[in-house]
């Protein structure tokens, strides 16, 4: 199971429009993408307790952008983590990821 965050933020950090078109877009704006991909889930981060139902074997591309929103300077959204509902995101997935195996 691989879970990313994806922000506004982060894309417009490196200038893109948010289409999923830019040819330098990386995960951290737009998550991992792919037509092949179909172990891929596009989600809004949840609230610190609510459950997310990973599963083993799929990526999941989680848009925090109401989370993370703050950043500035030269590391942009990518500092900008500290909270209880991301804590709680990565704190899943490695629940469901000892639940599988």
């Known amino acids: 199971m691989v879970v990313?965050?994806?922000?506004?933020?982060?894309?417009?950090?490196?200038?893109?429009?948010?289409?999923?078109?830019?040819?330098?877009?990386?995960?951290g704006a737009f998550g991992?993408?792919?037509?092949?991909?179909?172990?891929?889930h596009d989600l809004r981060v949840l609230n610190a307790s609510g459950e997310c139902g990973f599963k083993a074997g799929q990526i999941y591309n989680v848009d925090a952008s109401?989370?993370?929103c703050?950043?500035?300077?030269a590391f942009g959204a990518h500092?900008?983590?500290?909270?209880?509902?991301?804590?709680?995101?990565?704190w899943q997935s490695a629940l469901a990821a000892?639940?599988?195996a």
Do not use: F, W
């Open 4 to 27: 990313t965050t994806c922000t506004k933020e982060c894309a417009r950090c490196h200038n893109h429009d948010n289409t999923r078109t830019a040819p330098s877009a990386g995960v």
């Open 98 to 100: 000892m639940a599988s």
């Open 79 to 90: 500092c900008d983590i500290a909270y209880p509902e991301i804590a709680h995101l990565y």
């Open 70 to 73: 703050h950043g500035g300077g």
């Open 32 to 40: 991992i993408q792919g037509t092949a991909l179909a172990i891929t």
């Open 66 to 68: 109401r989370i993370i």
